[in-house]
Every structure is written in C-alpha cells, then in structure tokens.
C-alpha cells in the first residue's frame, strides 16, 4: 500500500442464489449412478458389445454433469451468485470413489484401475477437506478485521489487465484501489481479483474497503470486497 498514487461504475452486483441444493445433488448421483454403469460395462465392452448401450450414455452423463457443475464453481468464483456446494472436486471424488468401487470387485486390469481410482478418490477428498478449512480460515479472519473496522468506499484506478492479452478467459489480476482513511489521506492498494472480459471489474467501479482506523496503514488489517462478494485480505509485495 502507498500513500501516492502509482505510476502510471458501476454499483455493487447483489448477491443471487446460485443452483439449489437439490438441483446440485440430481447431478451428483445421476453422476454417481453413471460412474457406476461406466465401471460396470467398461471391462466387458470386449467380449460383449452389447455393453456399449450402458458405455457411451453414462460417459455422457459423466461429461455433462463435470462440466455443469463446473460451470456453477466458476460463477460463484467470478460472478455474484453463492457458491456451490457440489464443484468439480467433490463430483469427481464421489464418481471416482463409486466407480473404484465397482471395478475393485472384478479382477486383473480393472481390479488395478478401480484401486487407482479410490486413491485419486481418497486425493480428492484430502484437497477439498484442506479448501474448506482454508477458506473458512479466511472468512474467520475477515470477519474478525471487520468487527475492528471502518467501512469505506474505494475506487478502482487500474484493472490490472494492461499485462495481459485480450482473450476471453479469466485471469488472476492485480487491481489498484484508491480510498480515503479517517484522517483523510488517501490510500492505494494493489489486491488480486478475477477479472472476467465480458464483466471485468472497471476503472472507476466502486468497492468496499474496511480498514483499521487505529492503523490505517497495516496493510494485513486491510480487507476489499469485490462486487461478487469476494472479500480478500490485502496481501502485497
């Protein structure tokens, strides 16, 4: 953070309901049920085409469900909606735990990609165990700086996408934010944000910056919320 400016609109979107929770667990175990007539039918496909009629449809569903649900993580990353309680992780950890499963019970080749699977199972668990405690790590320590702080609003001077090529997909950026402490001296910060082409975060755009007003300066007691609901504890370099 600086006390000068560096060198070099729009209101907040509220917060909307992501996919419910019962739409989220439809495509979980419809994904569950095909993971398992996948691993059902796959070691038979050879001597018995007639097991491609299950094949090619779960793989489908399998596809389509990974593919949806990682679309709603990445809404709920970029986008003003609520975050998901089914992403990518925890479809393809329950899939593979099934899948692994079913194929463990036969033997040979399958036996030994059925172990694989509950392994890469029993991995994807372990990340999504050590993400939740990471994240609530993190709301727990923004939500005790707020409890201590100032609310104020801050404005975007630069977009953070000067460095980057003008492509579609989304990019890690460091944004710059500019507001005004309680003694009126004016701040810059540098934090990173998801910057989306089709919706970035603009120059000019407003953003709430809670601070300490004890010490206004401590860059580690300095929390920015992003209009997707995102709050971020201000880390720079």
């Given at each position: ?227 997707n609901g995102v709050s971020r504890i201000v880390q720079t370099r």
């Open positions: 953070m600086s006390t000068l400016p560096p060198p070099t609109r729009v209101e907040g979107r509220g917060g909307r309901g992501g996919p419910s929770g019962v739409k989220q667990a439809v495509f979980l175990v419809c994904g569950v049920i095909a993971g398992a007539v996948l691993a059902g039918a796959a070691p038979r496909v050879g001597n018995q085409p007639v097991w491609l009629a299950g094949l090619i449809p779960a793989l489908w569903v399998v596809s389509i469900g990974l593919i949806v649900v990682l679309a709603w993580r990445t809404r709920s990353v970029i986008g003003a909606v609520e975050r998901t309680r089914v992403g990518p992780v925890e479809y393809l950890g329950a899939v593979s735990a099934v899948a692994g499963g079913v194929l463990v019970r036969d033997a040979g080749t399958a036996q030994l990609v059925g172990g694989g699977l509950l392994v890469f199972a029993l991995v994807l668990l372990a990340l999504a165990v050590i993400g939740q405690v990471y994240r609530r790590q993190r709301r727990g320590a923004a939500a005790k700086l707020r409890s201590r702080s100032v609310r104020t609003s801050g404005v975007v001077t630069s977009t953070g996408l000067e460095d980057f090529p003008a492509t579609p997909n989304p990019k890690v950026a460091r944004l710059t934010v500019v507001f005004t402490d309680n003694v009126g001296t004016q701040r810059w910060l540098t934090p990173t944000a998801f910057q989306v082409p089709g919706r970035p975060i603009d120059i000019d755009d407003e953003v709430v910056v809670w601070f300490d007003p004890e010490r206004p300066g401590d860059i580690a007691r300095i929390v920015v919320e992003f209009d």
